[in-house]
């Protein structure tokens, strides 16, 4: 069955007419199916002379080179890969660059406020308390940066919990509203929903980087 396929295309006309004509070998690659499984060969075609020089027949040679193929398409496939992971490792630093920069920016920031004579006690204890989940944040970025093979192997676990989303709001307008204002920018921040609706069940970290 092989050999009646072969066979088959290596009476291939039109490279037999590009032979003839041309007086030169042709080599090219072809596509069969044999069994139902794809097949590769390598297809030489030389011209065959008489004892004055003329072009008297065509002969063929065919050479399976399926395992080689499939062999340079699986280094492609490698590379390819390869160079996106380094896509993906590039952009997950410059990502947690920025998650570090975010909560040292407002550690740095309130601490500094701190020294402002006209806060009062329960300002202070606010600042505080941001400079302090804004520590935490750090930590968790850092721990983030530690897991990064959990990352890149999928692993990385979701920590499902209940939180007001109203908090996580008034958290990121009074971090944000300072750092705005020492850039003389405004900042406006969503409206807070009903309390009654605020509670969700998810990952407060993730959700907090996403805002």
Known sequence: E??????????????????????????????????????????SKLPMFDEDGEVIGVVGSARDITFQKEAEKKLIDAKLKAEENDRQKSDFLSNMSHEIRTPMNSILGFISLLDDDTLTEAEKKNFLAIARRSGELLLN???DIIDISKIE??????????????????YLNLFFSQE????????????????SKSLILTDKEKIYSIF
Do not use: H, R
Not at 12 to 31: A, G, Q
Not at 180 to 195: C, G, M, V
């Open 180 to 195: 705005a204002e020492i850039k003389n920018l405004q900042f406006l921040s969503p409206t807070i929903i009903d309390y």
């Open 153 to 170: 192997s999928g692993k990385m676990k979701v920590n499902f919990a209940e939180f007001e989303v109203n908090d996580l709001i008034d």
């Open 2 to 43: 092989i050999k009646k396929d072969l066979k088959f295309m290596m009476k291939d006309e039109k490279m037999d007419d590009i032979v003839l004509k041309s007086k030169k070998p042709v080599t090219y690659e072809e596509e069969i199916l044999i069994e139902g499984e794809k097949m590769i060969y390598f297809i």
């Open 141 to 143: 970025t850092i721990n």
